[in-house]
């Protein structure tokens, strides 16, 4: 079977900026995807490229199949990071109006809208323009706009953007399902803990390349732990005190209402957290590795980033 998208040596200038820059990348279907870099990486530019909005100076797409996603646009969902919702349109009637654009018969697109805003915390909304809402609610809409074909692709460019915690949280259960009804998620952002959370596979672009591209369990493997998190039992205890000789560990440092345990350079961790259990009971032991966050910040200033970086500059 085909990937869900294929790019091959993909470039694409903007007068003189190289916002993507020899780019290969392939997306199974089924896949989980996060495309993650700081902006200005070409995140955005890349999927518009996927999307037929922009194209490539240079380079190959194929996307499910076909040569362009124009030949497979009603099996596409997409939320840009510009929301575009119909402002002076009913909700009801913009979302009926996308749900025909991408060929689900009228009947049961009715049937199905009014079930999505429930999902979504919208009930009764349906006979309000778009413009009535604030914008985390249409973005929510716009979320809706591109799930009610039930597409097999689903492009989101920054989809947590505007959202409050408990909708950001919703709308990540959302995607999972999404996923788990076979559709292939592929979603860009700069915010790195979320990708960490959500994505089986990351993707990270510095300068318009690619400079990772593997499974998150694989990325957290090969990056050892630097240190523990520590909150005593007791919260009374002199955590500083009692763990300044454990072997294994270089620092002790109290950071964000607990305790952040450096490892010493090649330590051993099992036997350093038996030690720091045994000095003082734990209310909170965990191994911390470095975060994705860690990972980019460490590439980026070294190695193909670096490179990336003054190539962009010049």
Known sequence: MDPAIELTGLRKRFGDKRAVDDLDLVVPRGALYGIIGPNGAGKSTTLRMVLSILFPDEGRIRVLGHASALEAKDRIGYLPEERGVYRKMAVGDFLLHMAVLKGVPRAVAKARIPAWLERVGLPGVARKRCEELSKGMQQKVQFI??????????????????????????????????????????????????????????????????????????????????????EPLDPRADVAAALADVPGLDRVVAEDGGWTLGLAPGADVAPTVQAVAARLAPARLEVRRPSLEDVFVEIATDGAGHRAHREEAA
């Open 145 to 230: 706009a591109a799930v009610l074909h039930e597409p097999d692709l689903l492009i989101l460019d920054e989809p947590f953007s505007g959202l409050d915690p408990v909708s950001a949280r919703l709308m990540k259960d959302l995607f999972l399902e999404q996923h788990a009804r076979g559709a292939t998620l592929v979603f860009s952002t700069h915010q790195m803990a979320q990708a960490e959370q959500l994505c089986e596979h990351i993707v990270m672009i510095h300068g318009g390349r690619k400079v990772l591209d593997d499974r998150l369990v694989d990325i957290h493997a090969r990056n050892v732990p630097r240190a523990l998190r520590f």
